[in-house]
């Protein structure tokens, strides 16, 4: 069983790299990738979880980038974590976290959530600040009932506590992730809020700035979002990508290595980097 998406504590992830790769192998994967919000950092210890539990882990990052005004995510697989190129980036988009943090915190203070900042930096404990640890912050405070109507009332795009950032391009993203070794594969295509001209324009900029997969079945998509991923990517020749995008066993639907299977007119994107 293979999933090709997952995060950790080292971002907005529940679950310690250990913890995560030891649900995993209990599911029954082989082959994991964490592929965690701008940063490696919990790949070392992941790896040695999943050496003890017999199975493999694909060094993975989903990077944040930025298309017409819209914010992509980039998984990149099969990557060498100490890459010069792609440390530089993620120290860049990492700053850019910091910075953003700092400012969705001043926003949310002034609508009642007191020492935002300080709280989002304990709860993400050394790891990457994401708008997940707001969110949380907003639930635990019952300024929302839960994360979903956290991102509905302010840190979804527009909302009041939402900043907005201009992360790198498809294209320097793309150049790490291939810098690194690995390959580069357009997350979650379906979930950008789009018409379906706007998502073939999207699909179209990524293989032109040099991405190689589509993810095709992920943790949110149902039967109608696979058959249109799976046109895009036979449109736009891509590799079909399979990854749940687990964050917490709070997400009752969502199961690590429980996914559709990629149809068979796709070439697996993992076909080089599964043992
Ligand atoms: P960030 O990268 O810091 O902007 O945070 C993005 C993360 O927030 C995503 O990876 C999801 O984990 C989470 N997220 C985004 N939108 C929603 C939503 N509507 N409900 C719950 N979580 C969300
Ligand atoms: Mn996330
Ligand atoms: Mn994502
Ligand atoms: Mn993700």
């Known amino acids: 069983m293979i999933d090709l998406h997952s995060h950790s504590t080292a971002s907005d992830g529940h679950l310690s790299p250990t913890a995560l790769v030891a649900l995993a192998a209990s599911h029954g994967v082989t082959s994991l990738a964490l592929t965690d919000h701008d940063t490696t950092a919990g790949l070392a210890e992941a790896q040695q979880a999943a050496n003890e539990h017999g199975m493999q882990l694909i060094n993975g990052v989903e990077i944040s980038t930025s298309w017409e005004r819209r914010t992509l995510h980039i998984v990149g697989l099969g990557i060498d974590p100490d890459n010069t190129a792609l440390c530089a980036g993620l120290t860049g988009l990492q700053q850019q976290r910091h910075e953003r943090a700092l400012r969705i915190a001043e926003k949310l203070e002034k609508l009642g959530l007191h020492n935002a900042y300080e709280r989002a930096r304990t709860s993400a404990a050394g790891g990457q600040v994401t708008r997940t640890h707001f969110a949380r912050l907003l639930v635990s405070d019952a300024l929302c009932k839960d994360q979903q109507q956290a991102f509905k009332k302010y840190l979804g795009n527009g909302k ?4 907005s950032m201009q992360w790198c391009s498809l294209e320097e993203c793309i150049s790490w992730i291939h810098a690194a070794g690995g390959l580069a594969v357009l997350a979650h295509p379906m979930l950008y809020p789009q018409t379906a001209a706007w998502r073939r324009r999207m699909v ?14 992920c943790g949110h998509s149902n039967p109608d979002h696979i058959r249109t991923s799976t046109q895009d990517a036979l449109a736009h020749n891509l590799l079909g990508s399979v990854g749940s995008d687990f964050h917490s066993p709070t997400q009752r639907w969502l199961k690590l290595g429980r996914l559709a299977p990629l149809p068979a007119t796709l070439t697996p994107v993992w076909q080089t980097l599964v043992d």
């Open 204 to 217: 179209a900029a990524f293989k032109e700035a040099g991405g190689e997969g589509l993810e095709i079945c």
């Open 160 to 163: 009041p506590a939402y900043v």
